[in-house]
T-cell receptor, first 116, second 114 residues
Framework: AQKITQTQPGMFVQEKEAVTLDCTYDTSDPSYGLFWYKQPSSGEMIFLIYQGSYDQQNATEGRYSLNFQKARKSANLVISASQLGDSAMYFCAMSQMNTGFQKLVFGTGTRLLVSP | DVKVTQSSRYLVKRTGEKVFLECVQDMDHENMFWYRQDPGLGLRLIYFSYDVKMKEKGDIPEGYSVSREKKERFSLILESASTNQTSMYLC?????????????FGPGTRLLVL
């Protein structure tokens, strides 16, 4: 069965520093996608970044980058130069095709607190 | 920008009431989803729909039903609300793109069943 594991329930970082949020996954399917979402206290899930299992390069989107290590089945999110507005819950998710439809499986999330 | 809206941010209902949660998207997406989010459990899929009047069960459909009469609107129905349905409910929509398909979420509805 597909599974996403986020082992860090909470992380603290100082403003302007970089932080890495861990995500490991388990699947036997060779084709899958990995997503990171941010959920501020307002509740909305905001899409941050995507990495496909066959993508050769690690994905980057502005201050976000995804450290994809396929052999270790990890897809860690790196946020560079943290800002106060980065304080939120962060969810890692994996997509696979199931009977012709995409299915997203989410981890339990990591709460990030950025201090001044 | 993709816009997904949900009819209520907060709802308080009594046990046994029929509850309707409405979701509307403005991007002409074929797929729509309902999730519930509970602390320590992440997001779990309740139902999804890939076309008008079409629906598929997710991982936890018991106690819920859905309706999709128009492409832009997807409703979640709790036929007889129970206290264990107190949760955050999130709606999402997407356009089919295989594993690259990105789901876009609404702001969520926090439902309290007393």
């Amino acid at each position: 069965a597909q599974k996403i594991t986020q082992t860090q329930p909470g992380m603290f970082v100082q403003e302007k520093e970089a932080v890495t949020l861990d995500c490991t996954y388990d699947t036997s399917d060779p084709s899958y996608g990995l997503f990171w979402y941010k959920q501020p206290s307002s509740g909305e899930m905001i899409f941050l970044i995507y990495q496909g299992s066959y993508d050769q390069q690690n994905a980057t989107e502005g201050r976000y980058s995804l450290n994809f290590q396929k052999a270790r089945k990890s897809a860690n999110l790196v946020i560079s130069a943290s800002q106060l507005g980065d304080s939120a819950m962060y969810f890692c998710a994996m997509s696979q095709m199931n009977t012709g439809f995409q299915k997203l499986v989410f981890g339990t999330g990591t709460r990030l607190l950025v201090s001044p | 920008d993709v816009k997904v809206t949900q009819s209520s941010r907060y709802l308080v209902k009594r046990t046994g009431e029929k509850v309707f949660l409405e979701c509307v998207q403005d991007m002409d997406h074929e797929n729509m989803f309902w999730y519930r989010q509970d602390p320590g459990l992440g997001l779990r899929l309740i139902y999804f729909s890939y076309d008008v009047k079409m629906k598929e069960k997710g991982d936890i459909p018991e106690g819920y039903s859905v309706s999709r009469e128009k492409k832009e609107r997807f409703s979640l129905i709790l036929e007889s609300a129970s206290t264990n349905q107190t949760s955050m409910y999130l709606c999402a929509s997407s356009s089919p793109r295989g594993i690259r398909e990105t789901q876009y979420f609404g702001p969520g509805t926090r439902l309290l069943v007393l």
